[in-house]
Each structure stands twice: as C-alpha cells, then as structure tokens.
C-alpha cells in the first residue's frame, strides 16, 4: 500500500467544520446575533471557519458585497420578509457562492465539502447555488422566501 500524500486533505473527502462555525451559525439561528455569516475552507486546518459576520441591521447588499469576486464561499443569510398576510417572517439561505473566475481547486473543495457543511448547519430553509452576483440578487431571494 502506498500512503504517500496521506497526511493532505483528498479533493473527495471535504473539509470539516468547526465547532465555532456551527456555534455562530446558532447565534444566528436562535439569537438572532447576526445578519449573515460568511465561512471558507482553511486548507491548514481542513475545516470550514468563519470568516465574516454581519450585524443584525445590515442590509442584503452588505452582506453581497462581502463576498469575493474571484473566490468560492459558503454562507446563511437571515431573510426577514413581511408575508401576503402581513405575517413577519424569517427564513435561513445557505449559498454556496462559486464564482466562475475563481480557482479550479477552491471550486473543487467547495463542490465536495458544501454536503458536509450543509448538513452540520441544522435549521436552513433554502439553498442557493450561485456563480455570478444574478443568481443571488435579492429579487431570487424573496421569490423563494414566499
């Protein structure tokens, strides 16, 4: 058998995440601490970690123009919205963000790892995968929200 490379993270397995992202992913969830968070994949450690979050008063557009241009992230996003039947309402966005002009490799390890991730962060409602800022504009959001 051959072990060489063993000791690197192998592009199938995906990433790990850490115990501070799904601990601010609750804070989000339950406390309402934060607006977003925004994670990436630390290759050193192999786990998904936090990277940004945002205030509970910041606006859709902070949070998008918190994202890269040219590199693959995860994030949740708290939506409030006021239904049809003026009900206040909440619902929790996963996006995997991989823009086309990011590396192959992150787009690789983000494809492989978001199941992962996906399924530690416990309480989302909708999924979006985008590759270009249109795929994520707030008029998709609110269209999947209702």
């Given amino acids: 058998m051959n072990f060489r490379g063993a000791s690197r993270a192998n ?16 804070e989000l969830q339950r406390k309402k601490a934060h607006r977003y968070v925004i994670f990436k994949i630390d290759e ?3 786990e998904v970690v936090v990277e940004k ?3 509970p008063a910041e606006s859709y557009e902070d949070f998008t123009a918190s994202l890269p241009d040219n590199d693959c992230r995860y994030a949740v996003y708290d939506f409030d919205f006021v239904t049809s039947e003026n009900c206040q309402k909440s619902k929790i966005f996963f996006i995997a963000w991989s823009p086309s002009t990011s590396r ?3 787009k690789m390890l983000h494809a492989t790892s978001k199941e992962r991730i996906r399924r530690e962060l416990d309480g989302i409602h909708y999924e979006i995968q985008a590759t ?6 707030l008029e998709v ?5 209702n």
């Fill in 11 to 26: 592009a199938l397995s995906g990433m790990g995440v850490a115990d501070h992202s799904k601990n601010t992913f609750m």
């Fill in 132 to 137: 270009d800022p249109t795929e994520m504009d």
């Fill in 44 to 46: 050193k450690k192999k």
């Fill in 53 to 55: 979050t945002g205030e």
């Fill in 141 to 145: 959001i609110r269209d999947r929200a």
């Fill in 104 to 106: 192959i490799r992150a």
